[in-house]
Every structure is written in C-alpha cells, then in structure tokens.
DNA sequence: AAGTCGGGGTT
DNA sequence: AACCCAGACTT
C-alpha cells in the first residue's frame, strides 16, 4: 500500500466511521453560529468536554450574543469562568467580543485569517470555527490529532516542536475531507477521545487499525512523542483574612503570576512553610503597618492546589480589627459583594469548609 | 524554543 | 504520582 492508498484509507474509513458508527454526543455538534462555536472551542482549551459542558451552557444562557458579552462587565463574566482555569482565556474572550462589537459591527468575521487575528485564538481554534461556522478547509491539530495520527502513520517525531507541529499540520491538511471539513474535523477528535485515547485505547474497536502502524507493531503506549517536562516548584501563601465590622479586605491580582484577574486576601507569600507558633505572632509579616489593631481570631488548616507547574501550599489566617486597616492596593468588602467576585479554586474551597 | 497559564479526570 | 485534556501567549 503506497502512501497515497493509505491516506485515502485513513479518510474514508475515518468518515464512514463518523457517519455509522461515531455516538459521541456534545451541547455544540451540529452547531453553526460562529459565536456559539467560539465559545465553545475557548471553554475546551485543554479541558476535558465533561468539565467544559457546563461553562458551556451558563456562558450562553447569560451572554446570547457577542454584543452581550461585550458589554457585561469583567468581573461578571470572570464569576461565569470561576473554576475553569487558564483566565487569560476569559480575558481574551472579552476583547475579542469588544473588538468583533465596536470594529466589526457585531458580525464575527468569517475567513481563516481574520478569525485567527482575534486574541485568544491560535491556529487549532481558527481552524475549528472555519471548518464548523463557515465549512472552510482547515485541519484542526489538537492533542487529539497529534494522537491519533502519530500512531497510525507510526510518526516518531516529536510533536512540541515548531517543526513537528507543522508537519502534524500538514499531514492533516492532506487528509482533510476537502468536501466535508467540519465533519472530518469533528471525526478526527472524538476518534482520538473515544478509540485512540492516550492510555488504553480500544484498538479492538477502531476503523482504522488492520493499517495503523503503531497498532500493528505494538507501539502504541509509546506514540505521540513528546520532549518537555515541565518542575514544579513550591509555593506557601500566607492569605490574612481581614475583618472590619462586617467587611474583609481582596485585591485583583495582577501581573504575569498565576489567577491574574481573580480576587485574593491580603497576601504573604514564603519560599518555605511558617510555623504554627509564627503564625500566631504573625512574626514572619516584615512590614506589620496598619495590622496593629488586629489580633488573631483564627487559622486555617493548610490547602493546597495543585497546578501544573507548581504546588501551592495556604492558610488563611482570620484576624478582627477594631478600626479601618489601610493597606495599599487592598479594598474593603461586604460579604454580599464578596459573593460576586472571582476567586481562585484554593480561595473558594476555602470558603466551603467555612461553610 | 522554552516557559507559563488551572483544574480535574484517568491510570 | 504521572499524564493528559477540543492550546495560546510571552519572553
């Protein structure tokens, strides 16, 4: 079988098997407003459908159209992606509705180019929303992709590089159903995330094996080939849960640290765990200015949040004041208003065992 | 090219 | 505990 045979093969079986066979179901298949498929293809940035779905649902219920979301609020539409992760896409998400809103006219543009302009949309979303919205034939690469292509054409190179990522590319650009690219498109993924998954896939089940090169030579577990692996580093947060009458001391985080537009306490952070007994004197704070009328009420068991690259360890220390604190960068809240605001996970967990 | 950005499910 | 998920952006 020459490559062309094969390539043919990998296509028209992967169709036949979207066509036939394929049961996977989601809120968006079939859809083909491009904003609804926008946010969609911006929730699912590296999370899973099942935990994207819901986002999914709220987002749209609350923000119908792009002109909508251009003009809500920021911190409401961060609430909607509260626990979702990755909030620059959010930000994003924002520009772009006001960009589409005050430069576009509320259309949402409709060439490959123009939608890969937008800010938060690399080539993995421009190619989806062309293929779905407006059927143009532009493969989509994703973890998915890179799965299921590496192991059928038995490709060891790896694909975090900027060479493997363009020839993964242009092997999907060479398959892709010219006729049908959404549906290509649609079929290529829930291939990988229903047959082809990263660990014990159902070979047994798959349209595609009796010419699957890593199926065949048992080299499944090894295929796709990644280089990198990220450290992760430790990171202890001391957060001061500041209390005055019936109001607490956030801020926005800023900056390029993680949960950039989400609410915190007043923080202090140290490269290693303080003490109990420090803890309760607060010793380890080298700047106590405006803390002298506070006194310790309370501290939290420790919580940690696992991120990807790094592990960060928090109490929350619960401190009463008997006068207004000013602390810089710091505003004083009602509970009411604390509701609204956008927390990270750790800070909302929290919250929970607070009750 | 390498580093960074969350949170959760699977194995 | 390691890996991965409908990736994109900054340095």
Partial sequence: ??????????????????????????????????????????????????QGTGYYHRFIK??????????????KVFKLWEGLGYY?????????????HTEMENVFPASYECILALPGVGPYTAAAISSFAFNLPHAVVDGNVFRVLSRFFGITEPIDTASGKKNFSDLANRL???????????AIMDLGAVICKPRLPSCDQCPLKIHCTAYLKDRIAALPVKGKKPERIERYFYYLVIRYNDKVYVRKRKGQDVWKDLYEFVLFEENRPVSMSRLKKL????????????????????HIQQLT?????ARFIELRSNSPVSIPGYRAVKPSALLKLPFPKLITHYFKSIG
């Avoid at 620059?88 to 589409?100: E, F, K, Q, S, Y």
């Avoid at 010793?283 to 420790?302: H, M, N, Q, W, Y």
């Fill in 1 to 50: 079988m020459n490559q062309k045979e094969k390539d043919i093969f990998f296509t028209d079986r992967l169709m036949y098997w979207h066509r036939v066979d394929n049961k996977r179901d989601m809120p968006w298949k079939g859809e083909h407003d491009p904003y609804r498929i926008w946010i969609s293809e911006i929730i699912l940035q590296q999370t899973r459908v099942e």
């Fill in 62 to 75: 609350a923000f119908p159209t792009v002109e909508k979301l251009a003009k809500a609020a920021d911190d």
């Fill in 88 to 100: 620059t896409r959010c930000r994003n998400l924002i520009r772009a509705a006001r960009l589409i």
């Fill in 176 to 186: 892709i159903d010219k006729k049908r690219p959404g549906s290509f498109n649609q």
């Fill in 283 to 302: 010793t380890f704070i080298p700047d106590k200015t405006g803390l002298a009328t506070c006194r310790v009420t309370g501290i939290s068991e420790t």
């Fill in 309 to 313: 690259h790094q592990t960060i360890t």
